[in-house]
């Protein structure tokens, strides 16, 4: 009972993440033209600004929003701490098909579409081990892959 509830905690950690992206991007007026590599450079550096503005963000005791950072070419990362109890197999199942709906459904991410933003989930526990990383892709949201 106590993984399920650690489990589905989870599961809303990383829709609060987006959730709060959405949030934040209502504030970015940016749109940027794919082919413009400075430009989406810039209107990434300033979303990921503001979201640090804020974090961490304790969920519980033992996850968190630790931030987000710019990565080449064009990636915005978001920085997740998970118990590490947590039972990866079946967290990767149920999440990556949640965070690639909502990064491509959410109209309030077409500034960061926009921008051919890479959208990457990053989760590590406490401890700073990596458990694994999802990413979300221009080809996935653009050709609204069901994946």
């Not at 007026?29 to 989406?40: F, I, L, N």
């Not at 968190?64 to 915005?76: C, D, F, M, N």
């Not at 990866?88 to 709906?101: A, C, D, F, G, I």
């Amino acid at each position: 009972m106590q993984t399920r509830h650690l489990f589905a905690r989870t599961i809303g950690l990383c829709a609060g993440c987006l959730l709060a992206a959405l949030l934040s991007i209502g504030a970015c007026e940016a749109r940027t033209p794919r082919g413009k590599d400075d430009e989406a450079l810039k209107t990434l550096r300033k979303f990921s600004d503001e979201m640090n503005k804020s974090c961490p963000v304790a969920f519980d005791a033992t996850t968190s929003l630790k931030g987000t950072i710019i990565l080449p070419p064009r990636t915005l990362r978001f920085e997740v701490t998970i118990p590490d109890s947590t039972q990866v197999e079946t967290l990767q199942k149920n999440l990556v098909p949640l965070l690639r709906s909502m990064v491509r459904e959410a109209p309030g991410m077409k500034p960061l579409h926009d921008a051919g933003t890479i959208f990457s989930f990053w989760f590590e526990t406490a401890e700073s081990e990596h458990l694994f990383d999802v990413e979300v892709t221009p080809d996935d949201y653009r050709n609204n892959a069901r994946k």
